[in-house]
């Protein structure tokens, strides 16, 4: 499995601190997302970026953050105002920020807040 | 914004019976609906997608079917084998949301040999 990356694979952090998640792909995809994962609840939507530069929060935004200054990256940093952190974060991408066009998922980073 | 309600959360068959998991949408302009298989430990890799002006796509073993009169979506698997263990889920989208997809909850399918 190619195209797009995430790091680490498992992230532990004390209360407190922020966190950076990285996401990288080499598929020249315009648009990237950050979801989050939990039991139960399918994949909820946090960021999304249509284009470098750009981005706008998603369904549950509060207390993350993201940049993209490069096409390829799109990191997503989880701060200590997330009240609940401890989760599997998923971060995916299409060639373009339309309908129809298929998400291409990173491995994912569970992080485990201590 | 749209809603996403998947069942069932479970689902345990035999193998060669056939699976079906069902996905109702709130919003009338939702016109993409694809389907996410995610083996365990592994990431969500489409397998299944339908289009609005469509009501029923199959590929080989699986096939979904979309009533939009009624706002919901099936997934169908015939022939069900123990590789089709995962979790699946459905997802909504509107051509104006920037690719956005709503997700189900999930429904974790267990096919036993």
């Known amino acids: 499995d190619g195209g797009i990356t995430q790091s680490p694979k498992y992230l532990f952090r004390k209360e407190g601190q922020n966190v950076t998640l990285s996401c990288e792909q080499n598929?020249?995809?315009?648009?990237m997302y950050w979801y989050r994962q939990d039991p139960g609840q399918g994949l909820r939507l946090i960021y999304y970026s249509q284009i470098v530069n750009d981005f706008q929060k998603g369904d549950i935004a509060e207390g993350y953050s993201v940049s993209r200054e490069k096409k390829e990256s799109f990191p997503l940093t989880v701060t200590s105002a997330q009240k609940n952190p401890t989760a599997f974060y998923l971060c995916?991408?299409?060639?373009?920020?339309?309908?129809?066009?298929?998400?291409?998922f990173g491995p994912g980073t569970r992080l485990t807040v201590l | 914004g749209e809603n996403v309600e998947q069942h069932p959360s479970t689902l345990s068959v035999q193998e060669g019976d056939s699976a079906v998991i069902k996905c109702t949408y709130s919003?009338?302009?939702?016109?993409?609906f694809p389907w996410y298989k995610q083996e365990l430990g592994k990431r969500p890799q489409l397998i299944i997608d339908i289009r609005s002006n469509v009501g029923e796509k199959k590929d080989q073993r699986i096939a979904v079917t979309l009533n939009k009169t009624a706002k919901h979506f099936s997934l169908h698997i015939t022939e069900t084998q123990p590789e089709d263990s995962a979790v699946y889920f459905c997802a909504a989208s509107r051509g104006t949301s920037y690719g956005k997809l709503t997700f189900g909850q999930g429904t974790i399918l267990t096919v036993h040999p």
């Open positions: 598929l020249n995809h315009d648009a």
């Open positions: 995916a991408s299409t060639l373009k920020p339309v309908s129809y066009n298929e998400q291409f």
């Open positions: 919003d009338s302009a939702s016109n993409y």
